[in-house]
């Protein structure tokens, strides 16, 4: 029996209002080569029900024991036998032409190994229409790359994903941003589509979410992130890795420690980043939160400059390496040679 092109994960806990149309965006999907892995992850409404109402031999419906998206996740990929791994959260939704598109450009980069199309956010009482396509690109999976990257817009190559680590399964938030970063340990390379082609739904318990977001522990989110800047050869240079690390510092995390570990804490920061990401605005942050005064103000600006500085490192980094491609074949040291991003951007 052939493999699917595509083996798609759902992770689905208590969707009863929601899995049938996300189901209903993967089967209309104008490119059908696939499978589909549900994994069920102790639902306690109609949830399964509702999956078991469609009668599609592509779907595979798996159950599991309440252990939260990550161990889900992971259930689901142990099942997949398809050459790529779509991610579909069970209440987001797919435009016809996602599948179709990363099809497309797979089979014109088989190289590639990590592909993501744009994503929105929308409450989803209706479908949007999309805004505009851009031109599709091949570029370093830095922070242009981390900014596409969505659990419902990603598509990885089987063989990349079978590399690595599994999804943090003791993570209850910040788990996927960890996964994009051991990302960048198994490829250096990320397709990013033109179009918007997901929809990451925005429900009324987002709120709530976010509240607790902002009260888990600096350590829990930021020791993991920090673990794997350390196992980089270059990490210096993996500024999607520092935007990711920094964006956690929110005053609510931050000022849950005491003063002597958030010296520890911002030493060991500055020591692995870019200095170009870690002096005045940082030092005015942590300024302001000892002071307890204009802390959100203060964090505001450091995600603005991190974010600017994260911007233009990268672009100094790859016209560096352009530089030095074209230096080697103007010294007629290995013409055949060229930057795969510069030549695909």
Partial sequence: MQKPFFS???????????????????????????????????????????????????????????GGVSRARNAGMKKAVGAYIAFLDGDDYWYPEHLELAADFFNRHPE???????????????????????????????????????????ILNSSLASRLP?????????????????????????????????????????????????????????????????AMKNPKWQFAVHYLVIRELHPKRLLSLNAEERISLTGRIRKIMHPCLNRPF?????????????????????????MFSCKWLDRLERMGRSLFFRLQTNNGMGGKHQDPVRSRS
């Fill in 8 to 66: 798609i994960i759902i992770p689905a806990y208590n969707l009863e209002n929601y899995i049938a149309a996300t189901l209903q965006s993967v089967l209309v999907q104008t490119f059908q080569d696939f499978e589909i892995i549900i994994v069920d992850d102790g639902s306690s409404d109609e949830t399964v029900s509702i999956i078991q109402s469609f009668h599609d031999p592509r779907i595979r419906l798996v159950s599991q024991v309440n």
């Fill in 112 to 154: 590639i190994l990590a592909y993501a199309n744009r994503y929105m956010r929308d409450e989803l009482e209706a479908i949007p229409p999309r805004p505009p396509s851009y031109p599709e690109s091949i570029r370093r999976l830095g922070i242009r790359g981390v900014l596409f990257m969505n659990s419902s817009s990603v």
């Fill in 166 to 230: 599994p999804w943090e399964e003791a993570m209850p938030y910040g788990e996927d941003g960890l996964y994009w970063t051991r990302c960048m340990r198994g490829t250096g390379l990320i397709g990013l589509g033109g179009s918007v082609t997901s929809i990451y739904r925005q429900r009324a318990s987002s709120a709530m979410h976010d509240e607790h977001y902002q009260h888990v522990s600096l350590h829990s989110l930021i020791a993991p992130l920090l673990n794997e800047l350390e």
């Fill in 282 to 306: 940082l030092d005015s942050y942590m300024k302001a939160c000892s002071a307890r005064a204009g802390m959100e103000q203060s964090f505001s600006a450091l995600m603005d400059r991190t």
